[in-house]
């Protein structure tokens, strides 16, 4: 039986590079690991279609939401280490490590990074029947409705997540977290006034913004947005610290071959090029990641750095950790 094992294994490890030289033959799916119709969503949309042009194959998006994002990276995890399911993931892979005790993969090294994609600005914003007509206006809200205050987000490990801990950490006042698969369920709630308050991505909520469907007080980055112009940052209403973007990845399983990750890589930069994405991305508030940081090696740094970074913050923060 082992001569028959190895047997096996020494020509699978033969074909190994023969598939990575035709790769790919054949259906790639990116897992996206929160609901359709989110920000996470739309970013996976608008890449793979740019993808597919470049790789010359189908391009799928599979939505695997829940448990913050957590389920979905576990299905990459424990995907055949083959280029065929990669995970398009954010700032999650760097927190995730540090809000979670307990996962049934290992959030760090059952990963091999593909490239950056694009850094997402956040907004701070209320169902549009709120009272707060100002930043300052909604910080007495909150301050004065506490626990009564509805906060949607998708779950512990995700960017609405992180936002609201950290607005409730800097408030000191918590609210009430109401978790969704993602925030495209989130923000179906919110039109419908039956959540208050979200901290979510310009991918997912500039379109609500201009057609005045949801109210917004600020922007999470240093800088206002031309997508948003009107819309304040939070430096400039007072809360300087609440300051997040969302950048996001493209990862496959460990094991998966070089040159697959490499042609992988490719693909992602040929796509960060594509006019349409630009144009998409700009509209949305955000960019892509320039070509030199949509590599493994700039993608690995990045992460290990973020995951440095947040941890002390949510240690702070963690009794917010909804
Ligand atoms: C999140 O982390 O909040 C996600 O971006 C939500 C989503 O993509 O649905």
Redesign the pocket.
């Known amino acids: 039986m082992i001569r028959r094992t190895l047997l096996v294994a020494a020509l699978s490890a033969l074909a190994a590079p023969a598939q990575a030289q035709t790769y790919p033959t054949r259906i790639v799916t990116i897992v996206v690991p929160?609901?359709a119709g989110?920000?996470?969503?739309a970013v996976a949309r608008l890449i793979s279609e740019a993808m597919a042009k470049d790789l010359g194959q189908t391009v799928v998006v599979e939505n695997a939401g829940g448990a913050g994002?957590t389920i979905g990276a576990d299905r990459v995890a424990k995907a055949r280490p083959d280029g065929y399911t990669i995970l398009l993931h954010?700032i999650?892979m760097a927190t995730i490590p540090t809000l979670y005790r307990r996962l049934p993969y290992d959030p760090v090294n059952a990963f091999a990074p593909i490239g950056l994609v694009t850094p997402v600005p956040m907004t701070v914003i209320a169902r549009k029947d709120h009272p707060a007509a100002s930043f300052t206006d909604l910080i007495a809200w909150i301050r004065a409705t506490k626990e009564n205050v509805n906060l949607g987000?998708?779950g512990l490990g995700?960017?609405?997540?992180l936002c609201g801990t950290l607005l409730q950490y800097l408030l000191q006042t918590p609210m009430t977290a109401v978790p969704f698969r993602?925030?495209?369920p989130a923000m179906t709630e919110l039109l419908g006034g039956r959540i208050d308050l979200m901290c979510?991505?310009t991918t997912?909520t500039t379109e609500q913004i201009r057609a005045g469907a949801v109210k917004v007080y600020a922007v999470t980055v240093p800088e206002r947005l031309a997508a948003l112009p009107d819309v304040p940052t939070t430096a400039e209403v007072g809360m300087p610290d609440l300051a997040v973007t969302?950048w996001h990845g493209l990862y496959a399983p460990r094991n998966t071959p070089e040159a697959v990750i490499a042609r992988l890589s490719r693909a992602l930069q040929a796509a960060l090029k594509d006019e349409k994405v630009i144009g998409r991305f700009a509209e949305l508030g955000t960019m892509p990641e320039p070509a030199e940081r949509a590599t493994p090696e700039a993608h690995r740094a990045h992460w290990m750095a973020e995951i440095a970074k947040w941890r002390p913050v949510l240690q702070a923060a963690n009794q917010y950790a909804d």
């Open positions: 929160f609901a989110g920000p996470t969503d994002g954010h999650g987000n998708a995700a960017a609405s997540q993602g925030t495209g979510d991505q997912n969302i």
